[in-house]
């Protein structure tokens, strides 16, 4: 895995985040298999370095050679054209926040705790960005010591796997990884031994949403072992309909197992179930189904503040009203991308002035308007 | 009377003991104490390792965990107890798996849908590895996992590889897939014992 003909740049450090801001990022793209409904699909593996105590034990003294290992692994490494390496100990909130609204890192992993409650903002820790297309991401000294993932657009996990799987063996060689015969790689959570890998999806499902039929789909879901979670993981809300599925169990299947089934037979009939949701809605529900869409469009045209929650839900149903055309002229990409622009790290990067609530909700609405610029109406 | 342990069958096994002055009586189902005992630590009673289960959560201070050395062993290498375990839901080291395991098989084939042991990728597989140890002078406990994670016989090394290649067709890598044909191929042609053992700097790795 080296750069080839490729010069491997010096990586980039914390100093240049907020140039993110101005960057698309691949799992957004809004292209791919699917990606009427599945918006992106990740693939992580937890692991330990083989004879060194995880993170709940490991004194700090160790934590720090942990982390300065990995990160020589790492860049090294050279998995990419360019790299971003973060401390996250000793860079700023919003920049971390930025990272978090990426997806780039876990909200446990800016604020440095343990799902214990132990830690906090000093902790050694770091995360290393492949560049330019964030397609993948390496957390330092989260809840195991290495946690890699891979990110595309659409329904791609067979991609997204292959992906990690590379960076994995990579990282193995120079690491050398905790693993048992019986266990296989082992994790600081027993929820993640054997494999140590989540698949997921990001799927929008306005129409399941908007029917009712969701609360089914997350029981269905739940019944077949996966998990299902808001659109910033664990605890969050699902804002704007976006939802993510991922497998949770990890131990006894091998990743082919948990890979095919999640690409081929479950996330497929999601796919199916929100497709046939919309076509019902449009045939049955049309003047209920339009007045959503186009009040969306409405306020973002025309909100002069807007909060998180309420563009969120807005893009959402403006996001519907594209895809089953009853709006034109709008940029599929562009709304996309502003799901990203919108968040607060982001803006507040983005705006220097945009400190505070207040002025953070009208520079979103102008930012929103000035991107919403279509027609509507069929 | 019903199993304590699973609640579903009948009990046809009673175990009465008296611990510091208290009665503990004890009575399960055939399979539950056959299971029981086949994964029991060396000193720990039935009662303490039901408690230590929390299949009786309801009865445990009946079960006190008695402060004597050597009864609820808490990890060597990290020092982690099982209580602090099941408290945070997280291990401490690598070596916690081995300590516990008898406890933790029942709540990992709970967690993995009856899951119990690893299928999946293997590091092994990562030809020539020159590993850089955070502790130059690694435990033996250590030691002990680097013998452990090689696979010593053709047979193993012949599984791991048809796993990998189920993979890489999964993933629709076919040039990955090719070549771990190829291995194969090697592998079941002649011997190939050599080849393995040969490729590590890896501390005890010879081949057979
Ligand atoms: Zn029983
Ligand atoms: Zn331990």
């Keep these: 895995m080296n750069g080839g003909g490729e010069q491997a740049g010096m990586p980039w450090d914390a100093t240049r985040i907020p140039e993110l801001c101005v960057r698309r990022a691949e799992w957004l793209r809004g292209e791919g298999e699917a990606s009427d409904v599945v918006m992106s699909s990740r693939v992580r593996l937890a692991r330990n370095l083989d004879g060194v105590k995880f993170m709940p034990r490991a004194e700090r003294g160790e934590r720090d050679r942990v982390l300065g290992l990995c990160k ?227 306020m973002l045209q025309s909100a002069r503040l807007l909060t998180v929650e309420e563009a969120m839900n807005g893009l959402s149903r403006a996001r519907l009203g594209l895809q089953v055309g009853l709006v034109h002229g709008i940029d599929p990409e562009a709304i996309a991308w502003l799901i990203l622009r919108i968040q607060t790290a982001h803006l507040e990067l983005m705006h220097p002035d945009a400190a505070d609530p207040g002025a953070r909700n009208a520079a979103r609405a102008d930012l929103v308007r000035s991107t919403i610029t279509g027609s509507t109406g069929s | 009377m019903l199993c304590d342990r699973c609640g579903d069958r009948e009990a046809t096994i009673h175990d009465v003991s008296i611990v510091k002055g208290e009665v503990r009586e004890t009575h399960l189902c055939e399979r539950c104490a056959e299971e029981l005992q086949a994964g029991q630590a060396k000193n720990a009673t039935l009662g303490e390792w039901l408690a230590g289960l929390g299949m009786m959560v309801a009865d445990a201070p009946k079960f006190p965990a008695p402060p004597k050395p050597g009864r609820a062993p808490a990890c060597p290498t990290c020092g982690m107890r099982f209580l602090d375990l099941r408290k945070t839901g997280l291990v401490g080291c690598q070596d916690c798996y081995e300590t516990f395991e008898t406890r933790l098989t029942p709540l990992l084939r709970k967690a993995h849908d009856g899951g119990a042991r690893h299928t999946g990728k293997h590091p092994a597989l990562t030809s020539k590895r020159e590993v850089i140890r955070v502790n130059d002078a690694a435990e033996p406990a250590a030691r002990e996992h680097d013998s452990e994670r090689t696979p010593e016989t053709v047979e193993e090394r012949i599984e791991a590889l048809t796993h990998q290649l189920a993979l890489a067709i999964e993933a629709e890598n076919y040039e990955r897939a090719a070549q771990i044909r190829d291995e194969l191929a090697d592998l079941t042609g002649d011997g190939g014992l050599g080849g393995f053992g040969a490729s590590g700097n890896e501390p005890g790795g010879s081949g057979a």
């Design chain 1, 72 to 298: 020589a692994a790492i860049l090294d490494s050279e998995l990419s054209p360019r790299m971003l390496w973060v401390d996250l100990h000793t860079t700023g909130k919003a920049e971390r926040q930025l990272l978090v609204e990426r997806q780039l890192i876990s909200r446990p992993h800016a604020r440095g705790k343990l799902s214990t409650g132990s830690g906090g903002t000093e902790e050694p820790r770091g995360v290393a960005v492949g560049l330019p297309e964030e397609q993948f991401a390496i957390m330092v000294n989260e809840e195991d010591h290495l946690r890699i993932q891979a990110m595309r657009s659409g329904l791609c996990l067979g991609e997204a796997w292959q992906h990690a799987d590379a960076i994995d063996d990579e990282l193995d060689k120079r690491l050398g990884y905790a693993f048992s015969e019986r266990f296989g790689y082992l994790t600081a959570c027993p929820t993640n031994l054997g494999t140590g890998a989540r698949f997921s999806v990001m799927l929008h499902l306005p129409a399941l949403k908007m029917t009712g039929e969701i609360e089914k789909v997350r029981h269905a879901a739940e019944d077949m072992g996966l998990v299902v979670r808001g659109f910033y993981g664990e605890g969050s809300e699902a804002f704007g309909d976006f939802f993510q599925l991922s497998n949770q169990v990890t131990l006894g299947k091998s990743e082919a197992e948990l890979l095919g089934v999640m690409q081929r037979d479950i996330v497929p009939k999601v796919v199916e179930y929100e497709r046939r949701a919309r076509d019902v809605l449009l045939a049955n529900r049309r003047r209920m189904t339009e007045d959503q869409v186009y009040r969306a469009v409405a």
